[in-house]
């Protein structure tokens, strides 16, 4: 059934917000955006940061009071709230009470142990949702007994339109990087990327300008710039080993970077959790590492073995579209019945 939505969310180029909402598109739904970058952007980097935390000020008033009037303008089915860090429990309650479902998608944990300090308003608000869509299962009981209403689980997803594998007859001669890692330093990341260096002779490429200078100096010319979009995908398709953590600050037993890597064609070497290895069969699909020694020793088995990579690479690849790891199938699952 087609649904009239609008979606609320920081429409940044770094955010997944739009590929969310172009798969709502291709799935047959009217998308009207909302987009809450310039309320979060708004004013200093001392008043950002404050708003963020505080989640207050004439910026967050405005975010608030123009949600309202875009909706009584769109005159939505359904009002999608994006990591609605600013958005209050009253703005919420009113739009319910003018009779929309009011959806949230949170791809971010406020429960966990990170503490990112931004969730107050948030929690304050949680209980007026009518539905509440996470990615994590340790999710779903902590929502419940903060007050939620209803809460669905959505894994993380790739999207189709940016996460594609290479051209026909693509090889290690297009393949500079030997292994590469694309994301922040969460956890022990930094320490061991830096075992696999120190003890395994290891060069991992990191590509992020999240990382600490000292970081930054330690790594040398393993250190690349943040890639997004076509550079990201790039990234996957030069690499010949893709590195895929879960954040456990986050609570996290998935990583939406696996399923990106293997949307993009990419051979998938990531963190073992049980739902890593529900999503990918081990050795034919994807491969999973315990610790440093066991990630070393994949790295050195498969880093010469191109035949072997590329089966696999191609078989994960064909598992994430036909057990639908993309926007698409994700987002229809979970609307059904709203």
């Known amino acids: 059934m087609q649904r009239r939505i609008l979606y609320a969310g920081e429409m940044s180029g770094i955010s997944n917000t739009r590929h969310r909402i172009a798969a709502l598109r291709r799935l047959g739904h009217m998308v009207v955006e909302f987009d809450m970058t310039p309320y979060l952007t708004a004013g200093s980097r001392l008043a950002r940061q404050a708003r963020y935390r505080l989640q207050r000020g004439r910026s967050a008033d405005r975010c608030n009071q123009d949600l309202r009037l875009a909706v009584e303008g769109a005159r939505p ?4 709230a994006d990591k609605a860090v600013l958005v209050r429990r009253e703005t919420v309650a009113a739009l319910r009470t003018a009779g ?11 429960f966990g142990p990170r503490r990112d300090g931004c969730w107050g308003t948030f929690l304050t608000a949680l209980p007026e949702y009518d539905v509440h869509i996470v990615p994590r299962p340790s999710n779903l009981e902590e929502y419940r007994r903060a007050g939620a209403r209803e ?19 693509w090889s290690d001669r297009d393949r500079p990087f030997t292994v590469s890692f694309i994301g922040a330093p969460y956890d022990d990341r930094g320490p061991f990327i830096d075992a696999l260096r120190v003890r395994y002779g290891i060069n991992v490429q990191v590509h992020s300008g999240a990382w600490p200078a000292r970081w930054r100096s330690r790594l040398g010319p393993s250190h690349h710039p943040s890639t997004y979009g076509h550079g990201y995908r790039e990234t996957i398709w030069k690499s010949r080993i893709c590195l895929s ?6 609570v996290d037993t998935l990583a939406r970077r696996t399923f ?22 081990e050795g034919r699909e994807a491969l999973f590492f315990d ?6 020793d994949l790295i050195h088995r498969f880093m010469h073995d191109e035949q072997a990579r590329s089966t696999i690479a191609a078989a994960g690849r064909r598992r994430a579209e036909m057990s639908g790891y993309g926007n698409d199938a994700r987002l229809a699952a979970v609307l059904e019945g709203l």
């Not at 089915?77 to 999608?80: E, G, K, Y």
């Not at 610790?291 to 070393?296: E, T």
């Open 260 to 281: 990106e890597i293997a949307g993009c064609g990419g051979f998938l070497l990531a963190q073992r959790t049980g739902d890593h290895l529900l999503s990918f069969e």
């Open 151 to 169: 809460v669905r689980l959505m894994p993380f997803s790739y999207e189709p339109t940016v996460h594609f594998p290479p051209p026909a007859g």
């Open 291 to 296: 610790d440093v020694r066991d990630c070393a």
């Open 245 to 250: 953590f879960v954040t456990r600050s986050n």
């Open 77 to 80: 089915d359904i009002v999608w």
């Open 100 to 110: 929309r479902c009011v959806v949230h998608y949170n791809p971010d944990n406020p």
